[in-house]
């Protein structure tokens, strides 16, 4: 008798090791993984980060994320912020998943998580209601369920998706969301299973060169969301770009607005120009800030897309590629209201400032001089 | 008997005129269609052109491209232009077809084509050498085969892929182009079919939408070709995109730089920044040149690439969008490098200018003041 499938395993992806090609270990060692330590690489997306997401010197556990005395420290206490919006980690995953109701049911649960274990730990804490896009009557059931709880000051999906964003199929998630007067934020992520490969002409190979296109998925957004005319629909809406980067927004409202004015009987639902809605509904995070050569040259670009009053500072604590705040460079007038008035504006629910006053961001931001 | 499935047909689907939302009856009459007037529209891309994509003032049979009396008129004596590189109209389109030998039969019999048939009525004429990529060996031998042909400048391809074109598979494509010595270049178009959706997050809805930001393609070609080495592994090849848009390159390149340096283990082969590769070995058509309300920040933006060594000046006639060489905005001091010598300096085949003198172009190009 000969049995043609037989499966011999390892107890752990590790024992493979001492047998890898030695530049890849780290991909095993401290690489992303499908699971803990000891997953076999498989390609949930293609790329995979070689080292990992997180910031290694914080944390001997390599889940920094999961520790708040770690960030109350790190990040809390030593920028002095006055208050941080909580994005969560895998949780914006869920849109990746084929069953819209496990779905729902995951980002619910982290929802309730979040409020019960998290947000009593600090006032300075404040949440995002996290959705699953593919689940279009789950996600505004969901928005509804939580929307009037004061310390939950957004709703928030993955960038990555099955369509983009504007499509009819998620207005019952912008009219949920219009309806309670939350913002809306996509943040980079949500890529692979269900959703499109996020970058023109199919999957990338490096994570290095997925990474700075993965902004590719910010644009398609913006594009559709205002095209299929959501911020007629929903004047008062608002949409945040979380990660995705900020300097590309200008060239990409250029080419919009040059191709809305010769073809606008496309839409004629709409009634300014693609930069106009994207002035006054857009918003961007800055982490990661593009770091050119000369200066300047990122701030004329952020100039055209009125970067004082879009940009929002994060500083994706406690990733691998976090921004420091005292390192940022953006002209020293913007600084009042990057770090923080335009946040105080968009995410209604946070206090208004005692006095008006701009608390000092510790440590010392000089970064208006020119590079 | 019951028959539960018979065919009703119309003649043509021109039949529909009387009952179609009014809305909607240009996309019938004049719009992109899988066919002549007639045929039904099916998505052969999910989004279609709701006006066609020729200039209607040129001939009255749809077919301006068709007709080289009117292209002499019109485009080389009226703008009194040195050399036109010839890039075909619907021939890319063949990298969408699944049969890769079918696919490279037809770009064969497209250069072909152009070789006997449009070459010979103008000397001002070049030709690219049209292939089909996901047929590299197919490509590879085409490029062999009319490689040394004096009037042929360029070997071209649709930036629409099934992959971005540093992935190995295509490298034996690289090879020829580098053997017969020739540059190569990607030109906007081949979505559908065998190829990716161009744009992160999936389809798209619009034509004005989906046209800005198919730009996605080429960035996602640049950081490929780029990150694999293709240019450490052929050091004379130059890779052109062509109607991609030239303002989103910069910060793009800002993010590959800023990735390439936290992870460039991935990629040991590489010995410079992103950038450097780029302002070596990639350079960029003009049309559609970004028209921002202020010149300042478009300029500021192309300096960031060294645009006046980078840019190709292209008409993209006989399109819609078509951009006149007297209404481009640049710096004045720029236009003899972008109108003339960075083309010569690429087309190694272009004869040499004579007495060094760059001609005038017919019209009065005054673009050097700010807007």
């Known amino acids: 008798m000969i049995d043609c499938d037989v499966h011999n395993d390892w107890a752990s992806a590790q024992e493979l090791m001492p047998f890898i090609d030695p530049n890849f270990r780290d991909y095993l060692e401290r690489g992303e993984l499908p699971g803990p330590t000891g ?18 010197d914080l944390t001997d556990d390599g ?23 909580l994005t969560g ?13 496990f779905a729902t049911a995951l980002a619910s649960a982290y929802n309730n998580w979040m409020i019960e274990t998290w947000l009593p730990k600090d006032h300075r804490l404040k949440g995002s209601i996290i959705i699953a896009p593919q689940d279009p009557e789950g996600a505004a059931a969901e928005i509804r369920r939580l929307g009037d709880h004061p310390d939950l000051v957004q709703v928030l999906m ?6 983009p964003y504007g499509d009819p199929q998620y207005h019952p998630i912008w ?27 199919g999957p990338t190979t490096f994570f290095w060169e997925t990474h700075a296109l993965l902004c590719e998925t910010g644009m398609a957004h913006v594009a559709s969301l205002i095209a299929h005319g959501v911020f007629e629909k929903w004047p008062t809406l608002k949409f945040v770009l979380i990660e995705c980067g900020v300097a590309w927004l200008a060239p990409i409202l250029w080419r919009l607005d040059a191709d ?24 961007l995070s800055t982490q990661p800030l593009e770091q ?30 976090f921004d420091d705040p005292t390192q940022i460079k953006l002209p020293k007038e913007w600084h009042d209201d990057v770090f923080d008035g335009n946040a105080r504006k968009l995410y209604t629910r946070l206090p208004e400032k005692v006095n008006g006053q701009q608390k000092p961001v510790n ?9």
Chains 1, 2 share one sequence.
């Not at 980690?89 to 109701?101: F, H, W």
């Not at 009219?175 to 499109?196: D, F, S, T």
């Not at 009987?265 to 106009?276: C, F, I, Q």
């Not at 040259?297 to 994060?314: M, S």
């Open 39 to 56: 997953a076999f690489p498989h390609a949930h997306r293609p790329w995979l980060h070689p080292e990992g997401f997180m910031l290694t």
């Open 63 to 85: 889940h920094p994320g999961a520790n708040f005395e770690v960030m109350r420290e790190e990040l809390l206490d030593r920028y002095n912020v006055d208050y941080v919006i």
């Open 89 to 101: 980690e895998e949780a914006i995953e869920v849109s990746t998943l084929g069953n819209p109701y």
């Open 158 to 163: 993955s960038s990555g998706s099955y369509r």
């Open 175 to 201: 009219e949920a969301a219009a309806e309670v007067g939350l913002p809306i934020a996509a943040h980079l992520g949500g890529q692979g299973g269900l959703n499109y490969n996020p970058i023109g002409c």
């Open 260 to 283: 809305y004015k010769a073809l606008r009987k496309e839409t004629p639902w709409l009634k300014r120009l693609p930069s106009e809605y994207a002035r006054d509904h857009i918003r």
């Open 292 to 321: 050119p050569k000369k200066r300047d040259h990122l701030w004329h670009i952020l100039e055209a897309i009125d970067g004082r009053h879009t940009l929002l500072y994060a500083s994706d604590y406690p990733h691998w590629d």
């Open 363 to 371: 440590g010392s931001p000089d970064s208006s001089s020119t590079a």
